[in-house]
């Protein structure tokens, strides 16, 4: 093997060994490559100066950067990081809420049924959801869409989802959609890292710690049902619902996805999903499909019911029918 | 050394390059915004688990002069009309729109007008509203019945304690049963679509896809396009 050699010229004199001509390039591209290297170090220093105001509630950091998936959580680590879920949002918000992680239920699915004929487009349901999950405000998202769509019309990309007059709008109906938690759903199939996963009473749930924000959820839901977390969540620290649930609405970071759980952290405890108890029109209707005597097992055995975009094949757990409008209401919707 | 003169250039237009950068970094003197919407403005009254209006308890009492009074201690005194030929002189708070059932006694026991009759005179109490209405209402009392119809809060498990179904003048007004339009709570923000015109359009009206949806009920779709 030849070692490099450095070469000496005796010809030269004066620094003992440096060839003179070369000389005043070395000074030059010393002091170039000095400037050179400073102005990189400037760079990354300025680069890296926002750590200087980094939250540090707000990084995953130590502990929490070996953090292991739910799945694999034992229940003492579950209690640990429940307590220092806890921690944070009373630091962040200055409330005692309690981080749970109720379960599916034995012998429960849940199946969500919904009344086009009775819905008359006031959103209630869209800000009950918004209160009861702790979404953010400030951008506000809503994981609820009612498209206003005109009467003896079925299209979707003709449905305006931004009307504020009056509702209902006469010759028109609303269409109230969220996640359909789905039995067949591509929005687990594409998440890269497992996030996502759908649980034995058919909820689809997300733990935000391990959800890299990708969006291909996003993309692969046909239902417009997943929200990405593009800023940093704004609530109110009065506004916020001290009953979390680890996978359902404890504050969420940015950068990563939420979806309707069917508020598992009320129905896993045997309570209706915020969204039903807020309609004034009772058109949302919830229960236990394996209960044969619930009233969603009564309305699919009764009612001509029927799924959303069903030639796509994702089987929701989510049904809309129609009704007779004759006693809904007399300022002319129909006509 | 055309090179050399390059070289330098080069290097000392990549230094000044990093340089102004780090400078833009540090001081940011080009603000990024990233528009946020305001939150909105939403009645929290009309987002919890209660009934949307007050229904008649039974027995039921009206306020006559700030005291609560049973019907029959005005009703057992005077005699009133059994059909309304001029309209109402009394309760004339009440707001009649129940199509054809007009006459008070169609629901209204005539002898005890703290009761409500059935068919074949019959009478049940105010908190049996569902079998009156049933009288006419026959596949919606049935759809109540099974639960379809109507609002069960509390619980979705039946026999669960906090169960609750609210009954047919929990929601609508026997007098007026329809219910009444209404402003609908805010929707999604429209801050990211066609700045200046989309999120307020000037008639008030919040349809910022009005043109796209006119223009596809116009001309249809691309696909249904003759070939």
Redesign the interface.
């Known amino acids: 093997m030849r070692l490099p050699v450095l070469r000496q010229d005796d010809a030269g004199g004066g620094c003992g060994g440096c060839p003179p001509q070369d000389a005043p390039d070395s000074r030059r591209s010393f002091l170039r490559s000095t400037v050179a290297v400073g102005a990189g170090f400037a760079a990354l220093g300025a680069a890296l100066s926002p750590l200087a105001d980094l939250d540090t509630d707000k990084v995953f950091a130590g502990e929490d950067f070996f953090r292991e998936h739910y799945k694999e959580l034992t229940a003492e680590d579950k209690a640990r990081l429940f307590a220092d879920i806890e921690a944070q949002i009373d630091r962040e918000y200055g409330v005692q809420a309690t981080v749970g992680d109720p379960r599916p239920l034995p012998g429960v699915e849940f199946v969500y049924a919904l009344n086009l004929s009775r819905c008359d487009g006031n959103r209630a349901c869209v800000h009950a959801c918004v209160k009861e999950n702790n979404q953010s405000r400030e951008p506000e998202i809503q994981y609820i869409r009612v498209l206003e769509m005109p009467i003896g019309t079925f299209e979707l990309e003709r449905g305006n989802q931004y009307y504020s007059e009056k509702t209902p709008r006469p010759g028109h109906f609303y269409m109230p959609i969220q996640c359909h938690q789905c039995a067949n759903p591509p929005c687990v199939k594409v998440c890269p890292v497992e996030a996502t996963w759908q649980e034995a009473d058919g909820i689809t749930v997300v733990d935000y710690d391990w959800c890299i924000g990708c969006r291909y959820c996003q993309a692969a839901c046909p239902y417009w049902a997943r929200r990405f977390n593009w800023t940093d969540p704004e609530i109110p620290s009065d506004e916020i619902n001290p009953d979390m649930a680890y996978l359902s609405n404890r504050p969420r970071s940015r950068g990563v996805m939420e979806k309707c759980t069917f508020c598992l952290q009320r129905t896993r405890k045997g309570r209706m999903p915020a969204c039903l108890e807020a309609c004034p029109t009772g058109a949302r209707k919830f229960g236990n499909i394996l209960d044969p005597g619930s009233e969603v097992s009564q309305i699919l055995r009764e009612k001509r019911v029927f799924v959303l975009k069903e030639e796509v094949g994702t089987r929701p757990r989510f049904f809309y029918y129609f009704d007779e409008l004759s006693s809904r209401t007399t300022e002319g919707v129909a006509s | 050394m055309r090179n050399?003169v390059l070289e330098?250039v080069i290097?000392?237009g990549?230094?000044?390059v990093?340089?102004i950068?780090?400078?833009?970094?540090?001081w940011a003197p080009i603000q990024v915004s990233?528009p946020?919407?305001?939150?909105?403005d939403?009645d929290?009254a009309?987002?919890?688990?209660r009934p949307?209006r007050v229904a008649m308890h039974d027995p039921p009492s009206i306020e006559v002069a700030t005291f609560d009074m049973n019907c029959m201690e005005c009703h057992a005194l005077f005699e009133s009309g059994k059909m309304m030929p001029g309209g109402l002189q009394r309760h004339n708070d009440i707001e009649m729109?129940h199509?054809i059932n007009t006459n008070c006694f169609n629901c209204h026991d005539v002898e005890r007008r703290d009761r409500l009759v059935l068919e074949g005179g019959e009478t049940v109490g105010f908190n049996q509203v569902p079998q009156l209405c049933g009288k006419c209402?026959g596949?919606?009392w049935r759809?109540w019945q099974?639960?379809?119809?109507?609002?069960?809060?509390?619980?979705?498990?039946?026999g669960?304690e906090?169960q609750q179904r609210?009954t047919c003048t929990d929601?609508h007004d026997p007098h007026t049963?329809?219910?009444?339009?209404?402003?609908?709570?805010?929707?999604?923000?429209?801050?990211r679509m066609t700045p200046g015109e989309g999120p307020h359009h000037d008639d008030?009206?919040?349809?910022?896809?009005?043109q796209w949806?006119n223009q596809?009920?116009e001309h249809g779709h691309d696909d249904d396009a003759p070939p």
Do not use: M
Request: hydrophobic letters at 40%; aromatic letters at 6%.
């Open positions: 050399r330098n290097g000392w990549i230094s000044a990093l340089l950068l780090a400078a833009l970094f540090l990233n946020v919407p305001e939150p909105v939403v929290r009309r987002l919890g688990a949307i729109g199509g209402h596949p919606t759809d099974q639960g379809i119809h109507g609002k069960t809060v509390g619980s979705w498990r039946g669960d906090r609210y929601c049963p329809a219910f009444k339009r209404g402003t609908p709570l805010p929707g999604p923000n429209t801050i008030g009206v919040h349809r910022p896809l009005a949806i596809i009920a």
